[in-house]
């Protein structure tokens, strides 16, 4: 279970990635040169909590774009926790899913 929540969370950070990536690129190309000299441009947006099903799991992120002066390139920082808020030991899930 916590490996397809994990599955889950890296999906919509990349989606998320991607989505504030893909603006930003299409207007870096269309810059004119005194746009390009205007100062770095950051965006930032957290996403979550996103709970699993019957709330055993919860997840929240940071997303973190970062581009250069000339947005020519950028960084992407991806943060995420997951929390296990099943309270249950092992033994006790293993005989709840059999």
């Given at each position: 279970?916590?490996?397809q929540i994990a599955t889950g969370v890296l999906a919509a950070a990349a989606t998320t990635?991607?989505?504030l990536a893909l603006p930003t690129a299409a207007?870096?190309?269309?810059?004119t040169a005194s746009s390009a000299s205007?100062?770095?441009?950051y965006d930032s947006d957290s996403w979550g909590p996103v709970f699993s099903r019957q709330h055993l799991a919860k997840a929240d992120g940071r997303i973190s774009v970062d581009w250069d002066d000339e947005q020519e390139s950028n960084?992407?920082?991806v943060r995420g926790r997951l929390f296990?808020?099943?309270?249950?030991?092992?033994d006790e899930?293993?005989?709840a899913r059999t």
């Open positions: 279970m916590i490996k990635a991607l989505a207007g870096a190309t269309t810059a205007s100062a770095a441009h960084s992407v920082d296990d808020l099943d309270d249950r030991d092992y899930a293993a005989s």
